[in-house]
């Protein structure tokens, strides 16, 4: 069996229906995005598939298999927000489970849930991924859906203001990550439009 079909027997196995659907959802989304964009399809299909690996894990053994089993030693403001830590420790588990060792593969896992600043386009694309695959519905998701084929980096500011007011509303930190990445894309935004300014003058 290869590497793909041996992992979907697994997450089969493993996950939740729900969870399962999502993952092959995220893992169509990213492939057909990659397409799109130009990236690697089969490494985006991969990274998809598996991102949410160690998501039904619950808290207390979250913590102690990243300390113990992998030396990980999330953050204080991680801490705060124990659900994200399933995208690090998903990292780790399939490299050690599955021998994925692709660094971009593992940063795209790694950083689902936060972003980051300077993503590749495949953290990119698995980070739209888990916000627009087929099994998603709220109400800008079909905005967001044609965002994310016209400028990712225009929907990765959409989804991550999203996810910025509904901490605000509840309260809840926002992990430092989350801010790198979301100045980044402005940033990106600014200079893209700059660009096309200049061309335009020509
Ligand atoms: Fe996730
Ligand atoms: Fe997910």
Do not use: W
């Not at 959802?25 to 399809?41: I, N, Q, R």
């Not at 991102?51 to 992998?70: F, G, Q």
């Not at 659900?83 to 690090?88: N, T």
């Not at 780790?92 to 593969?105: A, L, N, S």
């Amino acid at each position: 069996m290869d590497l793909i079909a041996t992992i979907t027997v697994e997450l089969q196995e493993k996950l939740s229906p729900k969870r399962y659907q999502h993952s092959l959802g995220v893992a169509k989304t990213a492939e057909s995005l990659a397409k799109h964009y130009g990236a690697d399809a089969q490494k985006a299909y991969l990274a998809g598939l598996v991102h949410d690996y160690a998501k039904e894990i619950p808290t207390e053994e979250t913590l102690l298999l990243l300390r113990e089993k992998y030396a990980f030693f999330p953050d204080a403001m991680a801490l705060r927000r124990p659900r994200l830590l399933h995208a690090p420790l998903g990292a780790c588990m399939v490299q050690h489970r599955f021998g994925i060792y692709d660094p971009e593969v593992l940063d795209a896992i790694r950083y689902h849930t936060t972003g980051k600043a300077n993503m590749s386009l495949l953290a990119k694309i698995i980070y739209i991924a888990d916000f627009i695959e087929p099994n998603r519905s709220y109400p800008d998701v079909e905005k967001l859906r044609k965002m994310a084929y016209e400028d990712i980096d225009k929907a990765i500011l959409f989804a991550i203001d999203y996810t910025i007011r509904t901490l605000m509303d509840q309260q809840m930190v926002i992990h430092p990550d989350t801010m790198h990445c979301r100045n980044d894309v402005v940033v990106t935004l600014e200079e893209k439009l700059a660009k096309q300014e200049k061309k335009d003058e020509n």
